[in-house]
């Protein structure tokens, strides 16, 4: 149990502007408990957001923090890590924000496996530009871009990584607080890429992928004895249709992450041999 007074330190004087009921308050409460729970002070902490209704989390988490360009949030979590690997470094983004725009990023930042920890607002709906299809909305999903229904078929985003060899695959449900704090914590103290898909309702525009949807699908991998050392149960996992298994998938904590294989980050941080540069001009560009 976290003690109250770490977890008031991550709020900052801005309240959120989600709709009321949005799956993101308990992914926010979430993540504040988690980095309570890993007594990690809000100065160690950096926080990368997306472009979206997920990424609005940007002013009520205190804690650096970095607001992006939309699709953009991994390879900037990843630049600052390899910077300044002192940092824990989260990313907060949503399904259309990852799993569309910034798809590529996802891959790259999985083979890499550098150690940042990257949280997946997954709606199925593009929630800030007032819901549209997403990657991963259900085929046949009637949205405002796709009133007949749309034609391709879901993204599997668990697939996806461990397809790719992630080093750490997990989902939660945002209707699942205990657990998803587990998760994070997990995810933040594994070495090298963490990927945490979130359910989250958007209870404004998907109607379809809603709180008595999840609760009637989801099941806890761990209460089913699945152990996450495997990729390929974990793969069979992921590919199961019409329950939704929540929980660790897969984590291969021996792989090294990318900081541990580059002999230049082992030396010193790169943050440190900056000093003799002039930073001013750059950061006059950025604030
Ligand atoms: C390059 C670019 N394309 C499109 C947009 C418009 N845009 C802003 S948010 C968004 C979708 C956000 O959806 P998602 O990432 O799922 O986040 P959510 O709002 O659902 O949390 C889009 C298309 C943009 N800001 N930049
Ligand atoms: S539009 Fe959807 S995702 Fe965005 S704040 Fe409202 S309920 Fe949440
Ligand atoms: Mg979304």
Redesign the pocket.
């Known amino acids: 149990m976290e003690h109250h007074s770490e977890y008031k330190q991550y709020e900052s004087k801005h309240a959120p502007t989600w709709c009321p009921g949005c799956g993101?308050f308990a992914i926010w409460t979430a993540l504040k408990k988690a980095l309570a729970r890993l007594h990690i002070p809000p100065h160690k902490v950096l926080m990368v957001y997306?472009?979206?209704?997920?990424?609005?989390m940007a002013n009520t988490i205190r804690a650096y923090g970095f607001h992006g360009?939309?699709?953009r949030a991994v390879p900037v979590a990843v630049g600052a890590k390899l910077a300044n690997r002192d940092l824990t470094v989260l990313i907060a983004?949503?399904?259309?924000?990852?799993?569309?725009?910034g798809l590529n990023h996802f891959i790259q930042a999985i083979r890499g496996n550098v150690d940042v920890t990257y949280l997946v607002?997954?709606?199925?709906?593009?929630?800030?530009?007032t819901g549209?299809s997403?990657p991963t909305s259900r085929k046949g999903f009637k949205s405002k871009s796709t009133p007949a229904g749309i034609i391709e078929t879901a993204l599997n985003p668990i697939a996806l990584a461990l397809a790719a060899n992630a080093s750490f695959v997990a989902r939660g449900f945002a209707g699942r607080l205990d657990e998803l704090v587990d998760l994070m914590i997990a995810a933040i103290e594994h070495t090298g890429f963490s990927f945490v898909d979130m359910f989250?309702p958007?209870v404004t525009f998907n109607k379809l992928d809603t709180y008595g949807s999840y609760y009637d699908s989801v099941y806890s991998l761990a209460d089913m004895g699945h152990r996450p050392t495997d990729r390929l149960t974990a793969l069979a996992k992921a590919l199961e249709q019409g329950k939704l298994p929540v929980g660790i998938f897969y984590q291969d904590a021996a792989r090294p992450s990318y900081q541990a294989e580059l002999p230049y980050l082992k030396q010193s941080l790169m943050r440190t041999r900056s000093h003799d540069r002039d930073l001013k001009r750059l950061m006059r560009e950025f604030i």
């Not at 997306?50 to 609005?56: A, K, L, R």
């Not at 983004?93 to 725009?101: A, I, L, V």
Request: glycine share 30%.
């Open positions: 993101n997306g472009i979206g209704c997920s990424g609005n360009l939309h699709g983004g949503g399904d259309g924000d990852g799993y569309g725009e607002h997954n709606n199925s709906i593009y929630g800030l530009t549209q997403s989250q958007c």
